[in-house]
């Protein structure tokens, strides 16, 4: 066999690497390829703005509506023009907030379903929860009032640039934003319940009081959108700088895998016949 043929029996590694073929890669069984979520991060980001503006629009309507209902409540001059203006306003701006109230958790859930994904590709070992509690774990009651921050705080830490040399489990403090972000965030839902229980809506008292309400929810909601747009922007810069840090990183050399020749299931084009240890002669043959 000439040497620029290839021997079937060779290891893997003993052949040419410069077509590509027999290349030592390193593979990290069980755990998935960093997969950046950059653009999921934007697209939240820009909804997130959006949601912001609209929380904003909607509590000066909000309070617009609560100095009408005041007028009609004081039997004070008001028009029909007015009432007809002020609902065609807070049609329209409940219309979006309706929208971004389903659109926006769906993104962000997907974002975040990405980026703690990623944790093991960035480094991390022993990540406590498994992905799928990313979006499951705001669905279930009780878990559903901590979980998402426990996970989010933990995928924080695994994303930070300056940790990726720790083994273990993700390491470091947690941004405060976290926090902040979650505690916004509950006090806005409850709101919200409120706001849907504020039951008989027919007299003006009724309407001015879950008027306030709304407006309050909507007040809250601004600084939830804004902590949720640094915390979404934090973890995305965090994971792409770790990501490359990793990249710069020298890949270990390949460990030669030495073979027995005198191993018996190894066979080769170029040994000799094994020879049996046992005396053939000494056992009759029948032929």
Not at 42 to 69: P, R
Not at 96 to 114: G, S
Not at 248 to 260: F, L
């Amino acid at each position: 066999m000439s040497s620029a043929e290839t021997n079937p029996f060779q290891s893997p590694q003993s052949v040419d690497t410069a077509s590509g073929y027999g290349a030592a890669q390193p593979v990290r069984r069980g755990v998935r390829p960093y997969q950046s979520g950059h653009t999921r991060a934007m697209v939240v980001i820009v909804m997130l703005g959006i949601f912001l503006v609209v929380m904003v629009l909607f509590a000066g309507s909000t309070f617009m509506q609560i100095q009408l209902l005041e007028r009609i409540q004081q039997h004070a001059q008001f028009s029909q023009a007015e009432i007809a203006s002020n609902d065609l306003r807070q049609n329209a701006i409940c219309a979006i907030d309706v929208f971004l109230f389903y659109a926006t958790p769906i993104a962000f859930m997907a974002w975040f379903h990405r980026v703690y994904r990623n944790l093991r590709a960035l480094g991390n070992k022993n990540v406590q929860y498994s992905t799928g509690w990313t979006i499951g774990a705001w669905f279930v009651p009780i878990l559903g009032l901590f979980r998402p921050c426990q996970m989010m705080a933990e995928t924080w830490k695994g994303s930070d640039p300056r940790n990726y040399a720790r083994k273990g489990p993700p390491y470091g403090r947690t941004s405060p934003i976290v926090g902040f972000w979650w505690a916004s965030f509950l006090v806005m839902i409850l709101f919200g319940r409120l706001v849907g229980a504020g039951g008989d809506q027919n007299s003006p008292d009724s309407m001015i009081a879950v008027c306030w309400l709304a407006m309050t929810e909507a007040i809250i909601g601004i600084p939830a959108a804004l902590l949720a747009i640094l915390l979404v922007r934090g973890i995305d810069i965090n994971q792409e700088q770790r990501f490359e840090l990793i990249q710069q990183q020298p890949e270990p050399a390949p460990q030669p895998v030495t073979v027995d020749d005198n191993f018996p299931y190894m066979p080769s084009m170029n040994r000799e016949p094994l020879q049996s240890p046992v005396d053939e002669s000494e056992y009759p043959r029948f032929d």
